[in-house]
Nanobody, 125 residues
Framework: QVQLVESGGGSVQEGGSLRLSCSVS????????MGWYRQAPGKERELVAV???????NYADSVKGRFTISRDNAKKTVSLQMNSLKPEDTAVYYC???????????????????WGKGTLVTVSS
C-alpha cells in the first residue's frame, strides 16, 4: 500500500525554525508534484508550498522568503524548512503527493492523490 509518512513538527518560539519531512512508502511508478498544506484551527486547508518533479517550486505569499521546499527524487522524499516562524504559522501541516502506480503487468497506470496524516506545528510568541 502506498502512503505518505511525515516526520518533524513540534513546538517552537517565534523566530525559531523547524523542518518537516515526508516520504513515499510503497512502490510507485512516478511521483509528480509534492507539496505541503496546512490547516489552522477554524480555517480551511491552504497550500504552503509545492515542488514539481523538475524541482520548480511555488510558495504561498505568507511564507515566501521564510520557508524552503525541497525534494529528493531518489529517496522519494519532500522536506519543508521553516525559518523565522510566526504564531500565525501554527497549524497542522499535511504532506501531499501526486503519484502514479502500476495496476497490472501490462503497465496500466493509476493516478493517486496521497495525503499524510498531518503533523502539528505550534509557534508561541
Amino acid at each position: 500500500q502506498v502512503q505518505l509518512v511525515e516526520s518533524g513538527g513540534g513546538s517552537v518560539q517565534e523566530g525559531g525554525s523547524l523542518r518537516l519531512s515526508c516520504s513515499v512508502s510503497g512502490s510507485v511508478f512516478r511521483i509528480n508534484d509534492m507539496g505541503w498544506y496546512r490547516q489552522a484551527p477554524g480555517k480551511e486547508r491552504e497550500l504552503v508550498a509545492v515542488i514539481s518533479s523538475g524541482r520548480s517550486s511555488n510558495y504561498a505569499d505568507s511564507v515566501k522568503g521564510r520557508f524552503t521546499i525541497s525534494r529528493d527524487n531518489a529517496k522519494k522524499t519532500v522536506s519543508l524548512q521553516m525559518n523565522s516562524l510566526k504564531p500565525e504559522d501554527t497549524a497542522v501541516y499535511y504532506c501531499n503527493a501526486a503519484v502514479q502506480v502500476a495496476v497490472n503487468v501490462e503497465g496500466a497506470l493509476r493516478n493517486l492523490d496521497l495525503w499524510g496524516k498531518g503533523t502539528l506545528v505550534t509557534v508561541s510568541s
